[in-house]
């Protein structure tokens, strides 16, 4: 369904912005489940966040293909999968140490922030679609 609102209305910032912000409310929710201790409520977040999680990573990537249009798709995209790998792996470092330290909750705490610095960064985002502009 997001394939094709995108195809319809080339609104890149618009759909990803909606992924940042719905993560961020589902990983939100999630601490006060963590807090509540209500496991049915954490898969039902689950299940919901997920809809918003995945579609993000597709319209990323084509919406980094689209504003650095001269380069070659499958550079920014290798550079794109390189970077989150990276930054997936110190992200689940921390967040291990802050659940052996810490525990779980505050762990989930520290991913709302994360999370809240790339809706920020989402929001700063200006829209430029080159490759669009170009055919």
Known sequence: M???ILRVTQKYILLLRICL???????????????????????????????????AVPLT???????????????ITGFL???ARFAGFFLA???????EYLGSPQAMV???ACNLVAVVCG???KEDLKKFKFS
């Not at 719905?22 to 409520?41: Q, R």
């Not at 990537?61 to 550079?75: G, K, M």
Request: hydrophobic share 55%; with cysteine; aromatic share 18%.
């Open 2 to 4: 997001l394939g094709y």
């Open 21 to 55: 912000i719905g993560t961020f409310l589902g990983y939100s929710v999630a601490v006060y489940s963590f807090y509540t201790g209500s496991y049915m409520w954490l898969f039902v977040n689950s299940l919901v966040n997920a809809g918003f999680q995945i579609p």
């Open 61 to 75: 990537i084509n919406f980094a293909s689209e504003i650095t249009f001269p380069q070659e798709a499958s550079v």
């Open 81 to 83: 999968l390189m970077s």
């Open 93 to 99: 470092l921390i967040t291990s140490v802050i659940c």
């Open 110 to 112: 520290f991913l709302v």
């Open 123 to 125: 929001i700063i985002l």
